[in-house]
Each structure stands twice: as structure tokens, then as C-alpha cells.
């Protein structure tokens, strides 16, 4: 169902900045890789806003300076750590001195898996997913639901995940667990399990963030220490510079990149004047705006075409070899530089000695939203029916609960009725874009949990076996009534070849291979 980056620009109308974990996939996704890798599902929604390195709680607002008495100081500095930063000020004026990546993971959220539109109302942005209103908290698993794609991994192992950008604001990230079901999904329990990147590389996958033969190898730049918390352990800065001045964002210039960025002249996103080779900017964030303050910023299709990021950012991390086996969350949480927000989304983990590992990469049957718990499950019986309770099901879910003023790019989706099919960023979308739920009610095991790639590599296999078995009864019965027929001519042959004295050395030879 994987629907790729056309669709993402003609469907992500995201705010200011926004990116979410994909690999593996998140609750927050609802099981959708539509609009993969950058805001699979509306996943880049979730989100805490107004966050100060030191107080004790989010204010909901963007707001410049300290938001408490007694904020943190940064520990990471532009006299000691120009190497982890990019700006000094938020491009509004205000300065960057108490932003989440100044001293990593020391300032609060809202929620450890986000909150939708950034805060409760009337904070945050006001901009919720599809199928979402505002101030939803992503710890909430009556909300968001277990997905039935299940990820498997063993203790000890090294395993690759992976996040994408809508909107580029700098700053780092961690990748931490929390057990299950046995106590709060709270920051402290995450906090508690950090998990270790393994070495000094990681890799930029295009492909719409999933093609693994399809990947550009740089550098990681680690941070940790006593200038993170929880202290000790390790984050990772965002490899993916933005632009000069805090330039690319509601269609304004970009002005090269704030620090040297990964080659690649073939990948360019470019806009403005004077946009350097190389994998940088903004992103399709460039087209995001507030239409009451910045109308200008509407970009047509080609526009958002051409500056969103059509990878994702991948990194090796080490399962503790002591990990007790069990079902645990995983938790993403990207700390901005440019603004007061931080990104978070979670994930459920299985972790079990014996069991076949979960390739990285590799999809479900997707139908996570469409069954209990998810976001078109109560749409089930509404295949006949249009009126009553059904009614919603047949209507487009906006974004941002139906708000206007910001930048409109699609009617979003809807569960029944809409358009299933790939398009084209050309194309208009109508009446919206649906999550093809009929297929997976039709499917006896469509609503059944099932792991990612190992049930469809299962499926493979037996569907290989059986074509062996077939095609080697037909080579058998080939090869068996071939040996007949040499068996028969050389027979009647070989009188022949007796009489004319050769010793028999007329007639069919057989040869090693």
C-alpha cells in the first residue's frame, strides 16, 4: 500500500517543522507507510511544543527565552560545541540559548509518544492528522492501539532503525525502551533504557526511505556524556544541515547549508538562488505556512516536489545483551535546535531469544487502521451504508481538524470511498485517499497480528516448494520418457550397426556433462 513521495506532496500540508520514526514502524502511524519516510501516516504530528531545557513541564507555546524561573544551563555551547549547532537565533529574533538540543533530553515533553498539534488546546499549533483532534497524547494505547505488524528482535543484537523529515529545525535524537504493560509510559521510564549507536556511521536509504540497496554511507556526529541526559548515555546529531539565516521555510531563499553536507549532487533539493550541491535544507517544510501571515508560501505540486526529502536516516543500535525477553516500547525522541519542539513516536518491540528476527524494512499486510482500535475499524459494517453512524466513513478525516489558515494541500484521507491507487504529485486527489480497507476485511487473517516480512518470507517459501515440487515432477516424467526413446532407437539401431561390421559404433553416444 506503500503509496511514495508523489503522494506525500500532494497530501503533507505540515506546519513549521515535523519528522517521525518509521522503522520500526510507530503506533503513531497507525501501520501506514503512506507518506513514508518523512510523515508515514500523519506520525509527524506528535509532537511537544513550547519545551525549555529545565522546567518542569511544557508551556504549549513557541515562545522565546526561558519559560520558567530556573531553566537549565546549556551544555552544549558555541565556544566549546560548534560542531553539534547551527543557529544562534530562531529566525524570529529570539535566541536559541534554552532549545531542547542545547542540552539534550533535559527538556520536558508533553507526552513521551507526542501529542497531536503539539499541546492541549488552545496551545500547541492546532494542527492535528487525519482522524485526530488536538491535545491527543500518543501514551495513551486506548488511542493508539498495538499495531498488528509485530517487530521481533533478540537481546544482544544490533538493529537497524530509522526517521525521516518533513521540516528541517537541526538539533539530535535517541532511540530509548520502555517495558510494556508493567508500569507508566512515562519520559523517566525511557530514560531508564537508552539504547547504544553502534559506531561512527550511518546511512541516508532513499527509495522513499525503504530501499536498502540504495544507501549513501556518511559520518554520524555522537554527543554524550555529562552533556546529555540521561547522563552517560549517547545522542545523535541530525546529520542533515538546514539553511543559512533560517532561510527555506514559508518559501523564503535557502542560502547554503549551515555546515558541509553529505555529497550528492545527483539528490539535490534545491530552491532559491544559489542552493550548493549536496543533501541539505529545509525541506518540503518550505511549502508549510500560516496562510494568514504568510500566503506566499503555497507551493504547486512540481514545488514540493522538487525540496521534500525522499529518505530516511538510518542508524545501527545494540539490544543489552542482559535485556530480559518481554514486550517493550520503543521510544523516539528528536530534541530541535531552531525551535522549542521535540518529535517523539513509539513503537512496540518483541524481544525473544529464539525467535527469527524481523527484517528491517519489510511491511505488513498494513491493515492496522482499518480494524479494532484503529482509525477506520468502526467502518467494518459500513461497506452498504452511508447514513447514521456511518456517515463519518464516507467523509474525508482532514488535517488539522479542519482549520484553514494553514497551507491546504489535500482532503487527506477517508476510510471508504476514496482513491486506493499511486498517483502522480501532478494529479488532483479526489474525492481523498483511502487505506484500501476492504482487502484486509475480506482477508480472513487481515485483522490477525502477524511479524513483518518473516510471515510474507513463510509465505515465499511454501509458494517456492510448490513450484519445485510441480516442475521437478514434470523434469522427472521429461527426463524418464527421453530415456525411453534413446533406449528404443538405439535398440533397433543396433543390428543394423552389427552387420555392417563397426562394432556397434554407430548410433547415439551418451556424454558426461
Avoid at 1 to 23: I, Q, S, T
Avoid at 355 to 379: D, L, V
Avoid at 471 to 492: E, F, H, P, Q, R
Wanted: glycine share 14%.
Amino acid at each position: 500500500m506503500a503509496v511514495g513521495l508523489k503522494l506525500l506532496l500532494a497530501l503533507a500540508p505540515h506546519a513549521r517543522g515535523h519528522g517521525a520514526m518509521y522503522e520500526p514502524p510507530s503506533r503513531n502511524s497507525a501501520g501506514l507507510s503512506l507518506l513514508s519516510p518523512t510523515c508515514p501516516g500523519g506520525s509527524c504530528q506528535w509532537y511537544s511544543q513550547g519545551c525549555t531545557i529545565g522546567c518542569p513541564e511544557i508551556s504549549g507555546l513557541h515562545e522565546p527565552g526561558d519559560a520558567c524561573d530556573h531553566p537549565a544551563e546549556p551544555t552544549l555551547t558555541w565556544e566549546h560545541d560548534a560542531e553539534f549547532l547551527q543557529y544562534k537565533d530562531d529566525g524570529y529574533g529570539g535566541e536559541t540559548k534554552y532549545h531542547p538540543w542545547r542540552y539534550p533530553g533535559a527538556a520536558p515533553v508533553g507526552d513521551p509518544c507526542g501529542t497531536t498539534a503539539g499541546g492541549k488546546e488552545p496551545l500547541g499549533q492546532l494542527d492535528p492528522p487525519p482522524g485526530f483532534g488536538t491535545g491527543v497524547d500518543g501514551s495513551d494505547f486506548k488511542v493508539l492501539p498495538s499495531l498488528l505488524e509485530q517487530t521481533v528482535w533478540q537481546p544482544g543484537a544490533e538493529v537497524e532503525v530509522a526517521w525521516g523529515i518533513a521540516a528541517n529545525h537541526g538539533g539530535g535524537y535517541q532511540y530509548r525502551l520502555c517495558p510494556a504493560g508493567m508500569e507508566a509510559l512515562t519520559e523517566e521510564c525511557f530514560q531508564r533504557k537508552p539504547l547504544e549507536f553502534v559506531g561512527d556511521k550511518q546511512w541516508l536509504q532513499f527509495g522513499n526511505g525503504f530501499d536498502k540497496s540504495n544507501r549513501l554511507e556518511i559520518k554520524a556526529k555522537r554527543v554524550g556524556g555529562q552533556k546529555v541526559k540521561p547522563e552517560g548515555s549517547t545522542w545523535t546529531m541530525n546529520p542533515i544541515p538546514g539553511c543559512k539565516e533560517n532561510g527555506g521555510r514559508a518559501k523564503s531563499t535557502c542560502l547554503g547549508p549551515t555546515f558541509e553536507p553529505a555529497p550528492g549532487s545527483d539528490k539535490t533539493y534545491r530552491y532559491g538562488g544559489g542552493s550548493a550541491p549536496g543533501i541539505y535544507g529545509y525541506g518540503s517544510g518550505r511549502c508549510m505556512g500560516n496562510l494568514s501571515k504568510t500566503p506566499e508560501a503555497f507551493c504547486d505540486p512540481q514545488e514540493y516536489y522538487d525540496v521534500s526529502f525522499d529518505f530516511g536516516i538510518v542508524d545501527l543500535v545494540k539490544i543489552p545483551d542482559d535485556l530480559p525477553e518481554g514486550h517493550y516500547i520503543l521510544g523516539f525522541r528528536w530534541d530541535c535546535e531552531m525551535t522549542k519542539q521535540i518529535w517523539s513516536s513509539c513503537a512496540d518491540v518483541i524481544v525473544k531469544k529464539d525467535a527469527k528476527p524481523t527484517p528491517s524494512f519489510s511491511k505488513g499486510r498494513e491493515c492496522s487502521a482499518c480494524c479494532t482500535g484503529g482509525i477506520c475499524g468502526h467502518c467494518k459494517e459500513c461497506r452498504d451504508k452511508k447514513t447514521g453512524e456511518c456517515e463519518k466513513c464516507w467523509k474525508v478525516q482532514p488535517w488539522w481538524g479542519g482549520r484553514t489558515f494553514w497551507t491546504p494541500r489535500s482532503k487527506a484521507l477517508q476510510c471508504l470511498g476514496g482513491v486506493e491507487e499511486e498517483y502522480t504529485a501532478d494529479q488532483e486527489l479526489e474525492p481523498a485517499w483511502s487505506p484500501g480497507c476492504e482487502k484486509c476485511w475480506d482477508d480472513p487473517k487481515g485483522c490477525e497480528a502477524h511479524v513483518r516480512g518473516v510471515d510474507r518470507d513463510l509465505i515465499k517459501k511454501a509458494d517456492w516448494t510448490k513450484d519445485l515440487m510441480f516442475y521437478g515432477v514434470i523434469t522427472l516424467a521429461i527426463i524418464a520418457g527421453g530415456l525411453s526413446l534413446l533406449l528404443l532407437v538405439n535398440a533397433c539401431r543396433k543390428p543394423a550397426a552389427r552387420a555392417a561390421g563397426d562394432g556397434g559404433s554407430v548410433g547415439f553416444e551418451m556424454r558426461s556433462a
